[in-house]
């Protein structure tokens, strides 16, 4: 699957999203290693905290398919009614693609037409991963 075609996913799944308080409408969709995607968008909530981004509803419904082994993940967001631009993943969403990716995921940003990818390891230099764990 191409950057594009992942990024199509994302911008489709971005309809989903439920986010009556910023108005910010995030859709990504997570590649697995044997060509499964999986997407998901943002869900907010009236106490503010328990608000979950795109990626991690994208990795968490993965996971709890069985998935671990991912490749890429693309992402689109921005103000709700008009389309898409470069949106990066928040820091909580690079520590949790760190739990599961290798250095080499791809998170791909921008927009069909226009879109680069970049790896995790530039997105997240010196992460703590479950390697630090390991006595
Ligand atoms: N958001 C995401 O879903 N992914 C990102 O990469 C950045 C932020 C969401 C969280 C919140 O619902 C809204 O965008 C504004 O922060």
Redesign the pocket.
């Known amino acids: 699957m191409t950057h594009s075609e992942l990024m199509a996913k994302a911008v489709r799944a971005r309809r989903g ?1 439920y ?1 009556p ?2 108005r ?3 859709g ?1 969709a997570l590649l697995c290693r044997d060509g499964s995607v999986y997407t ?5 909530n009236a106490a503010y905290t328990p ?7 994208a990795f968490f419904k993965a996971v709890s398919d069985g998935h671990r082994d991912f490749a890429a993940i693309a ?1 689109s ?1 921005g103000p709700m009614g008009a389309p898409g631009t470069q ?4 820091g909580v ?1 690079r520590q949790v693609m760190m739990e599961f990716c290798t250095p080499d995921f791809e998170i791909v940003l921008g927009t069909e037409d226009d879109c680069r990818a970049y790896t995790l390891s530039e997105l997240l230099p010196l992460g703590f991963g479950p390697e630090n764990l390991k006595p």
């Open positions: 999203a986010a308080y910023s910010f409408a995030v990504a998901g968008c943002n869900i907010e608000t979950v981004c795109a990626e991690r509803v992402i967001g949106t990066a993943p928040c969403c």
